[in-house]
């Protein structure tokens, strides 16, 4: 059974930082796609940053240059270190995994398993 916890969520006040953790369990993926995404108050879910098994990453335009994603192989854990955090970050913020062609999308479309969603929030 594939498991995907997260943590790291919180409230900060503009200009901070924030990192999020996702262990993942269970899966038998040899090549895959993780990723983060987020669903805003009112906005649909948007692609946050992805990372395939060869550690290739994908970035939403307005995080490029402010938030990395990473994955720790021999923890199984996934990453996303958030600075500059601004108020239109906040967001409910969920990790995904799927099989590799995943990644070939941005929108969530191919994960097959989520992690519940944890909160940031942005004080401005």
């Known amino acids: 059974q594939v498991q995907l916890v997260a943590s790291g969520g919180g409230s900060v006040q503009a200009g901070g930082s924030l990192r999020l953790s996702c262990a993942a369990s269970?899966?038998?993926?040899?090549?895959?796609?993780m990723g983060w995404f987020r669903q805003a108050p009112g906005k649909a879910r948007e692609g946050v940053a992805t990372i395939d098994s060869d550690g290739a990453t994908r970035y939403e335009d307005s995080v490029k240059g402010r938030f990395t994603i990473s994955q720790d192989n021999a923890k199984n854990t996934l990453y996303l270190q958030m600075n500059s955090l601004k108020s239109e970050d906040t967001a409910m913020y969920y990790c995904a995994l799927g099989g590799s062609w995943s990644c070939r999308f941005f929108d969530g479309y191919g994960m097959e398993y989520w992690g519940k969603g944890i909160l940031v929030t942005i004080s401005s």
């Open positions: 269970g899966y038998s993926y040899r090549s895959l796609c």
